[in-house]
Every structure is written in structure tokens, then in C-alpha cells.
């Protein structure tokens, strides 16, 4: 079996609502089809990359490059996990998150995205408390980060939700729509994670993979 091989491909989080996985073959064919129906409003851009504005075909092209090469070049000192969000069977959204040399800083990044038909239900909050579950139950982290261009107001209230607060503010580079944007950064310690943990998730698979995220089991504190 693949797993035997590559044993993240076995992780699965489990919240009430939803299932969150790594990206099989197949929820990259979902994920792709979804972003086609729209991710946000059409004058509005959410993301640091306006990777939306790319036109069909090549924006299909460039999604599958980006979810291939995480696998690729996938190492314990530099990784990023890509998770389908699965509702009820169905593909709702992608949540990432990455570290670099996370056996010694402990940190942990992340980003995410739903299709425009599953946006305002919670499901955005409900997928990030379950990467924070492994984050920090799962690996040990002490501290999680994030960002949010300042209008982005649905990302913000998500991160406020979940105990992160304020980290400063950078300026995202000028695209070719506009100037410069300001973004807010935002940092979760691991104390207001606890005080702020309040969707039960579930880890499957871990314990197979765990040296794959460079976090050897005996390294892990009590969440």
C-alpha cells in the first residue's frame, strides 16, 4: 500500500462536521472543480497570490503544480500539508500548513480556502481548530501563525475565534491590479490555544508519520 511508503498519506482529522485529509488524486480533481465555481467575490482578493485571476486552463495547471511539488519536495526540515476538507462526502475547501525546521522552532504556518457555496457555516473555523488540534496535540507546537490582508475580515474573526492575536503588519508586494497591500500577522501561542480549544477533533495516523514532520514521538509534550 501507498501508506506503507508514504505514511501521511494515512492521517485523517476528524471534527464534528468534518473530515480533513491529505489530497488524494482525486480531491485535487475536486479541489480544481471547486476553485472553478468561485472562491470569493469577483472584486475582492483574499489572498497574497492572486492565484484566482489566472484563466482556465492554466490556473487548473498551476493548482495541481503547486499540490504536487508539496508532495515532491517534501522534507522533515521544510514541509507543507495540503488537507481536503471533506462535508458529507464532498470536497469543501483546502487547509494547509507547513513549518520549516520544526524540531527546533516549533512554529507553524498555515493557510486556507472554501468554495463559495460553503462559506458562513463555520466550516472555516471548524477546519483550523482542526489543524491546530495536530499542530499542537498532535506535534507539539508552541506557537502557530497566520496572516490576513487587513479587509479580509472573514479570516480575521476566524483567527480572533480561535485565540491568536496580533503579530505587527507587513506589506504584501503590488500585483498588477493596485499598490501595495497591508496585511495583518497573527500569532496563537500554545496557552491560548488551550484557553480557546473547544471543537473536539480526532488524529488518525499520526503515530506512522510523525518522524516525517521531523517531531520524533518522545519530543512531543502533553497537550
Known sequence: MLTDHWPVFGLRLTTPRLELRPASQDDLVALVELAELGVHAPDFMPFSTPWTRAPYPARA???????????????????KL???????????????????????????????WLGLAHQGHGFGTEMRAAMLELAFAGLGAQWAI????????????????????????EILPA?????????????????AWREHRTIPTEIEGLDACREMFGCPSEAVPEA
Open 175 to 191: 500585483d498588477e491590479s493596485g499598490p501595495p497591500r497591508p496585511a495583518r500577522r497573527l500569532r496563537l501561542t500554545r496557552d
Open 146 to 169: 497566520s496572516s490576513a490582508l487587513l479587509d479580509n475580515a472573514p479570516s480575521l474573526a476566524v483567527s480572533r475565534r480561535l485565540g491568536y492575536a496580533d503579530d505587527g503588519i
Open 82 to 112: 495540503l488537507l481536503a476538507v471533506v462535508h458529507e462526502g464532498r470536497v469543501i475547501g483546502l487547509q494547509d500548513c507547513g513549518a520549516t525546521d520544526f524540531a527546533r522552532r516549533r512554529e507553524i504556518g498555515s493557510g486556507s
Open 61 to 79: 495547471r498551476e493548482a495541481l503544480k503547486f499540490y504536487w511539488g508539496s508532495w515532491a519536495n517534501w522534507r522533515p526540515e521544510d514541509w
